[in-house]
């Protein structure tokens, strides 16, 4: 009887799990495939302000998209929920997109929030 009860509890864990994991990776495409032209558009509006030369279809087609939640470069703390910085570093989410790689990479990280591109040349 113990041996089932405990199959049956793996079972269930399992199955949770896995709705777990296919609505998170629903949620996620479904982010970016909302802002993705919001975004490209924003990020090569920013790259010709910055007068960052990229091919216009780098920019339709870019070689990486993803979807991060929270920026590790900001330095803030789990604890420090009083911070005006908290949320950026934690619970904002960000597309970031690799236009080029074969000649430098054109990085752009797209904030959705604020609606805000910043794009640099690595």
């Not at 009887?1 to 864990?13: D, Q, S, T, Y």
């Not at 929270?70 to 703390?77: L, R």
């Not at 080029?100 to 959705?112: M, P, R, T, W």
């Amino acid at each position: 009887m113990r041996i089932l009860a405990i199959v049956i509890a793996i079972a269930v864990g399992v199955q949770l799990g896995y709705h777990e994991l296919l609505y998170r990776s629903a949620t996620r495409e479904v982010i970016v495939a909302t802002f993705r032209g919001p975004a490209i558009k924003s990020c090569a509006r920013d790259a010709r302000n910055q007068r960052i030369t990229t091919s216009k279809k780098a920019w339709r087609n870019p070689s990486t998209m993803k979807l991060v939640i929270g920026k590790d470069d900001i330095d803030v703390y789990f604890w420090q929920v009083s911070n005006s910085m908290w949320r950026a570093r934690y619970k904002n989410p960000y597309l970031f997109i690799v236009a080029e790689k074969s000649s430098g990479h054109v990085l752009c990280e797209y904030d959705i929030v604020h609606r805000s591109a910043s794009v640099q040349r690595m």
